[in-house]
């Protein structure tokens, strides 16, 4: 995990760090601290004060940051939900870096894949393991996701057997974006699904984000890892799977 984003991650399950505090906390020099702050506010994704910084809880984080955080417990989840993924049957992935390792392990060979976001498209056209469909649109700032009035139009004309969705957040309530942007394009992928599953590792447990997407009763099952306190995957409305990141043989 890159500095930055240790930095970013705990800005966002703890709200405000003081330099001083977060340079003991990550054992480097407060100039250190100082340095990676004045890059991430330059890209927007905290905001600096006399001693310290917030997160800009409403801005996504840039792929490059996201995929570095947690890679162990994500490669465990997609490889996870991959194995539930049947033979014939048409998916639908989510926009993600979680839902993004769910392509990486899909093994069988007669399966029609739907995705909007560039990278998934890409993993599944180079390796030639499925029929992609891949739906087009207007590319969100920081990410690799297609979104927009066409990207909700394309959608509407098809019908999936399964569709996969990361989040930002998940609490008792449902699941969370950190911005409103998908919020309609993720409904509607929700709507042409015979089923559907989320991913997200257990870091998305309890955060803050502001805009609710779904509530847990839309959903079969959710995986996560093994980190996440069972007595509290036990109240969730929906089966909680988890997954031990230790087992994951691709480390």
Same mark, same amino acid.
């Given at each position: 995990?890159?500095?930055?984003?240790?930095? !970013?991650?705990?800005?966002?399950?703890?709200?405000?760090?003081?330099?001083?505090? !977060?340079?003991?906390?990550?054992?480097?020099?407060?100039?250190?601290?100082?340095?990676?702050?004045?890059?991430?506010?330059?890209?927007?994704?905290?905001?600096?004060?006399?001693?310290?910084?917030?997160?800009?809880?409403?801005?996504?984080?840039?792929?490059?940051?996201?995929?570095?955080?947690? =890679?162990?417990? =994500?490669?465990? /989840?997609?490889?996870?939900?991959?194995?539930?993924?049947?033979?014939?049957?048409? /998916?639908?992935?989510?926009?993600?870096?979680?839902?993004?390792?769910?392509?990486?392990?899909?093994?069988?060979?007669?399966?029609?894949?739907?995705?909007?976001?560039?990278? /998934?498209?890409?993993?599944?056209?180079?390796?030639?393991?499925?029929?992609?469909?891949?739906?087009?649109?207007?590319?969100?700032?920081?990410?690799?996701?297609?979104?927009?009035?066409?990207?909700?139009?394309?959608?509407?004309?098809?019908?999936?057997?399964?569709?996969?969705?990361?989040?930002?957040?998940?609490?008792?309530?449902?699941?969370?974006?950190?911005?409103?942007?998908?919020?309609?394009?993720?409904?509607?992928?929700?709507?042409?699904?015979?089923?559907?599953?989320?991913?997200?590792?257990?870091?998305?447990?309890?955060?803050?984000?502001?805009?609710?997407?779904?509530?847990?009763?839309?959903?079969?099952?959710?995986?996560?890892?093994?980190?996440?306190?069972?007595?509290?995957?036990?109240?969730?409305?929906?089966?909680?799977?988890?997954?031990?990141?230790?087992?994951?043989?691709? /480390?």
């Amino acid at each position: 995990m890159t500095r930055q984003a240790m930095i !970013l991650e705990i800005l966002q399950e703890e709200g405000f760090q003081s330099v001083v505090g !977060l340079a003991q906390r990550l054992d480097v020099n407060p100039s250190t601290i100082r340095r990676e702050f004045e890059k991430l506010e330059r890209m927007e994704l905290l905001q600096r004060t006399h001693g310290g910084a917030y997160p800009m809880k409403h801005l996504d984080t840039p792929s490059a940051i996201k995929e570095s955080l947690h =890679k162990r417990e =994500k490669r465990a /989840i997609g490889k996870a939900m991959a194995d539930k993924v049947l033979d014939g049957q048409t /998916i639908l992935l989510d926009s993600g870096s979680t839902t993004l390792e769910v392509a990486k392990h899909l093994k069988h060979s007669r399966l029609t894949v739907v995705t909007n976001d560039l990278r /998934i498209g890409v993993e599944i056209a180079e390796r030639q393991s499925a029929h992609l469909v891949f739906i087009g649109g207007e590319l969100l700032p920081n990410v690799y996701t297609l979104w927009g009035p066409s990207s909700v139009q394309q959608i509407e004309h098809l019908r999936v057997d399964v569709a996969i969705f990361g989040a930002d957040t998940v609490d008792e309530q449902g699941i969370f974006n950190t911005s409103s942007y998908e919020i309609e394009l993720k409904r509607t992928m929700r709507s042409i699904a015979k089923e559907a599953f989320f991913v997200a590792d257990s870091s998305k447990f309890g955060r803050e984000a502001l805009f609710k997407v779904f509530d847990l009763d839309q959903f079969t099952a959710g995986i996560t890892d093994t980190m996440l306190d069972p007595i509290r995957a036990s109240h969730f409305p929906v089966p909680i799977i988890t997954v031990n990141p230790r087992n994951d043989s691709g /480390i």
